[in-house]
């Protein structure tokens, strides 16, 4: 079974830092959606704003988001 722990917080809270210390001492894989999302822009050749203006109309961006995925974690 896979098991998913989600940290949300504001801009600065520490959740970056929060979720590598949890998932180093669980042995768990980290990821976060905001490395995810500025890591599709790059590859667009977009930046963040472009790209969470572009998400509102495309709907490809989830099969270009679960490519990117595979690549990350293959």
């Known amino acids: 079974m896979k098991r998913i722990i989600t940290i949300a917080g504001t801009l600065g809270s520490g959740k970056s830092s929060t979720a590598k210390g949890v998932a180093k001492a669980l042995g768990y894989t980290h990821f976060s959606s905001g490395d995810l999302f500025r890591a599709l822009a790059t590859e667009r050749g977009e930046t963040v704003e472009a790209m969470n203006q572009a998400a509102e109309v495309q709907k490809d961006l989830d099969h270009q988001v679960d490519r990117l ?5 293959a």
């Open 69 to 73: 995925l595979q690549k990350m974690y």
